[in-house]
């Protein structure tokens, strides 16, 4: 299985809204990833888990709240999002090794608009 | 600062050959990849190169000279499904990948 899910696939929310983006990956990997990924611009890293630990925070606004409940699953936690985080969100997940290929698998992402 | 340089976009012919390049300067190396990336999905991994030269693997390989900071991915017998955005990305030795902006490529019958 060489396969990273994510859901919803779609997700329209208000500014006030709370809602929550999944990940799951069954590969064994202990290295997963949260990206954002504007129309012709190449994916943004935003987190980065490493053993369920948060390793990489690229300094993201904290209305963007990840957390990592065991070393399959990543979960994206929104709330009061501004129109302009609307975009498609990657979650990856890579094995996590020091050295070596370690290449990042990704998921088909969520398509989120916010109104 | 971190730079990665590709054209932002080729065409070319179903059944030629096509070399996309990339140049990167980063403050530090730790391997280089290139993915693919359709319209509206998820990228997918093509290759890594690490080590100066040549990967091959099918129809697509890629090359590495880090000394002077530049790989190119080499696609041959191109197909229509080759259409795509092609990007490059250099690993840094804190492991974040740092993307270039992609080469959409158009491949015409």
């Known amino acids: 299985d060489t396969e990273v899910t994510q859901t919803p696939k779609h997700l329209v929310m208000g500014m006030t809204n709370k809602k929550s983006l999944k990940c799951e990956q069954h590969?064994?990997?202990?290295?997963m990833y949260w990206y954002k990924q504007k129309a012709k611009k190449p994916p943004e890293l935003m987190f980065v888990y490493s053993y369920e630990k948060l390793s990489i925070n690229e300094s993201v606004p904290s209305r963007f709240s990840p957390e990592c409940p065991n070393s399959s699953l990543l979960n994206l936690h929104l709330h009061a999002l501004q129109p302009e985080d609307s975009a498609l969100y990657l979650c990856?997940?890579?094995?996590?090794?020091?050295?070596?290929?370690?290449?990042?698998?990704f998921g088909p992402g969520t398509r989120l608009t916010v109104t | 600062g971190q730079n990665i340089d590709q054209p932002t976009e080729m065409t070319a012919t179903e059944g030629a050959i096509v070399q996309i390049n990339c140049t990167y300067q980063?403050?530090?190396?730790?391997?280089l990849f290139w993915y693919q990336q359709h319209a509206g999905e998820a990228p997918t991994f093509l290759s890594y190169n690490v080590l100066d030269g040549l990967e091959e693997k099918g129809r697509f390989s890629s090359f590495l000279s880090r000394s002077k900071g530049y790989s190119y991915l080499l696609l041959k017998e191109l197909q229509m499904k080759d259409s795509a955005s092609y990007l490059c990305?250099?690993?840094?030795?804190?492991?974040?990948?740092?993307w270039g902006l992609g080469t959409s490529l158009a491949v015409n019958p």
């Open positions: 590969m064994g990997h202990r290295a």
């Open positions: 990856a997940s890579s094995q996590g090794v020091r050295a070596g290929l370690d290449e990042q698998y």
């Open positions: 990305a250099v690993r840094l030795p804190n492991r974040k990948l740092i």
């Open positions: 980063t403050s530090g190396f730790n391997g």
